[in-house]
């Protein structure tokens, strides 16, 4: 069946049938430790009984009516974000990309009626992945995506990581923004350094440029606070962009911004058919509720120390095969010397699913609900992976 695909994908054999929490089952009945959740999708595990409950009850009363009409689940929705965060305006996607694009869009709309046409050069920086969407790879700076999509779009300028000297050059008055991830995912597991993200605002206030974070995979409790940002003091953002972890599993994104960097965008400026649908919103607001209910980001912050902890122990190890650990919170990347494809194939074999990133990083990206013994199973598991790649670097050494 999978002939009739498009082949932008290479999955694995194995077909999962049904999920709960952390657990994935297969169709041949066999358990897998699900240490990926779907991206940092699933932040409250597979068919979390809350989001099972709130879906079955909005789907027998309103899937989508479009955005002709006001969805107050959606209106209560944004009304918490805009509590909890620096946000005065919030436009509900269906995606990552999506709330990309709007980011994006919002930019430079606000230069635009703040009388600067010519105002329009994004930034973005080395490793950054900000979606698929043909404006979306322009914004990232990976080539790979880009290439046979036809020329460079105009309007983008990609810098080295955290090059304070190669910003400092870069910035000027043709700037509308600084698109930055403040945890890179895909990228490989990247944190910012706190006082790159200060100079990022200093100069985006100098320069009159909008401030952008991209928390599609770190925001969500992903690092133990609802969004990464909120780690780091005289950094706040003017926009910023969520999706995965927001819906548990059910497509949401959301662009977040202040009511200033928002004056651009009035009715007919930007739309989705989907974005916002009744479906999204009760979800979103059933998320919304674990996330900042009492002790749950304090227990994300705890078990993310155990798992640093744990880890921390394969450095010394396999120092021929482990470069460091990288990463904040549950969103934790393994630095490897070898291609980690390898690892996350025995990982595979042996019932724990993992995932991959830029720099030769195995991505951990567990669902929020994670416990000690999730962890400590989780990384003996990746221990027999090593070992058993070191003894077969071994032996072909010695033959």
Request: glycine fraction near 12%; hydrophobic fraction near 40%.
């Amino acid at each position: 069946m999978r002939e009739a695909m498009m082949p932008v994908y290479a999955p694995p054999e194995v077909v999962f049938e049904r999920g709960e929490g952390l657990r994935l089952y297969s169709s041949e009945g066999r358990e897998y430790l699900d240490f990926i959740a779907g991206i940092s999708v699933n932040c409250l595990g597979h068919a979390h009984p809350k989001l099972v409950k709130t879906l079955q009850e909005q789907s027998e009363k309103l899937w989508h009516i479009s955005n002709m009409f006001r969805v107050p689940e959606g209106e209560r929705l944004a009304e918490r974000y805009t509590a909890d965060t620096f946000a005065d305006r919030v436009f509900f996607t269906n995606s990552g990309t999506e709330a990309i694009e709007c980011a994006i869009k919002t930019a430079r709309k606000y230069q635009y009626v703040s009388g600067k046409e010519d105002k329009y050069r994004i930034i973005s920086f080395e490793g950054s992945f900000h979606g698929r969407t043909l404006g979306a790879v322009n914004a990232g700076a990976n080539p790979n995506y880009r290439e046979g999509f036809g020329p460079a779009m105009e309007g983008f300028t990609h810098l080295p990581f955290d090059d304070v000297d190669a910003f400092n050059e870069a910035m000027g008055d043709d700037v509308a923004a600084v698109l930055i991830e403040p945890v890179q995912g895909e990228g490989g597991c990247r944190e910012v350094p706190e006082a790159f993200l200060k100079l990022l605002r200093e100069k985006c206030d100098e320069f009159g440029a909008l401030l952008i974070y991209d928390e599609v995979q770190c925001g969500a409790g992903r690092t133990g606070k609802l969004f990464a940002y909120e780690w780091f003091t005289d950094v706040e953002p003017d926009i910023v962009t969520v999706a995965k972890g927001v819906g548990g599993g059910f497509p949401l994104g959301a662009c977040l911004t202040t009511e200033e960097a928002a004056k651009g965008m009035q009715p007919g400026s930007h739309g989705s058919t989907y974005g916002g649908n009744p479906m999204a919103m009760a979800v979103g607001n059933a998320v919304w509720d674990e996330l900042t209910s009492d002790g749950f980001l304090e227990n994300v912050q705890r078990v993310s120390g155990v798992l640093t902890q744990s880890l921390s122990s394969l450095i010394d190890r396999y120092p021929d095969l482990v470069d460091g650990l990288r990463g904040k919170g549950l969103l934790r990347g393994i630095a490897l010397k070898i291609d980690p494809m390898a690892i996350r194939k025995k990982a595979l074999e042996k019932g724990l699913i993992i995932g991959t990133a830029g720099g030769n990083v195995v991505r951990l990206a567990p669902p929020l609900i994670a416990t000690d013994e999730d962890v400590l199973k989780a990384v003996s598991l990746i221990d027999e992976c090593l070992a058993e790649v070191q003894a077969d670097t071994q032996g072909e050494s010695s033959s």
